[in-house]
């Protein structure tokens, strides 16, 4: 099973600064396998990128994603109120389909 | 638009099985797989599997083999879970997740299950 650890799990950003969120895979894997999902309180996830670096409909150009082989990464060049959120990884390579433990961005 | 509608919530008793659904609509039920998800408060999302409507195939992680079987309807756009033997570890959140570009494209709204007497 590929295992995908997230860090931090918990961080807090203020309105204007650089929000770099990672994710580190036990298995190298094609960047075309790693997706990323935003979830807020109470509702279901959405998918916020995939395949690394595309961002999904209606999801702010103020997000990036990047990366490849063991090693990927979320960006929000600059951080907004509505950018609080869960956010999680997720591996398309092998079966089980796994998640990050998530990462909890916060506004201060 | 695509819609996938999941009942709020249910509540079961130890050890009784239950039946959850996902009614799809507003594209083709046989032309994408659907996969489900657990989600328990503060555990992050777990994969369950997946079931390709078209012929009932499905991939299962092994950790849900022998308490998750999921079924499809055609005839109504339906996909369902059944979870047996209900014990508190799953009471959780169940979202069907849609497969689209190898990613889930569309999530329903999820069933919140209790099992509790």
């Known amino acids: 099973e590929i295992v995908l650890t997230q860090s931090p799990a918990l961080m807090a950003a203020s309105p204007g600064e650089k929000v770099t969120i990672t994710c580190s895979v036990s298995s190298s894997i094609s960047s075309s396998n790693l997706h990323w999902y935003q979830q807020k309180s109470e509702t279901s996830p959405k998918p916020w990128i995939y395949?690394?670096?595309n961002l999904a409909s209606g999801v702010p150009v103020r997000f990036s994603g990047s990366g490849s082989g063991t090693s990927y990464s979320l960006t929000i060049s600059s951080m907004e109120a509505e950018d609080a959120a869960t956010y999680y990884c997720?591996?398309?390579?092998?079966?089980?389909?796994?998640f990050g433990g998530g990462t909890k961005l916060e506004i201060k | 638009q695509v819609q996938l509608q999941q009942p709020g919530a249910e509540l079961v008793k130890p050890g009784a099985p239950v039946k959850l659904s996902c009614k799809a609509s507003g594209y083709t039920f046989t032309s994408y797989w659907m996969n489900w998800v657990k989600q328990r408060p503060g555990r992050g999302l777990e994969w369950i599997g997946r079931i390709d409507p078209s012929d009932s195939e499905t991939h299962y992680n092994q950790k849900f083999k022998d308490k998750a079987t999921l079924t499809v309807d055609k005839s109504s756009s339906t996909a369902y879970i059944q979870l047996s033997s209900l014990t508190s570890e799953d009471s959780a959140v169940y979202y069907c997740a849609r497969e689209g570009n190898r990613y889930f494209d569309y999530w329903g709204q999820g069933t919140t299950l209790t099992v509790s007497s």
């Open positions: 997720q591996q398309w390579s092998s079966y089980p389909r796994t």
């Open positions: 395949g690394t670096s």
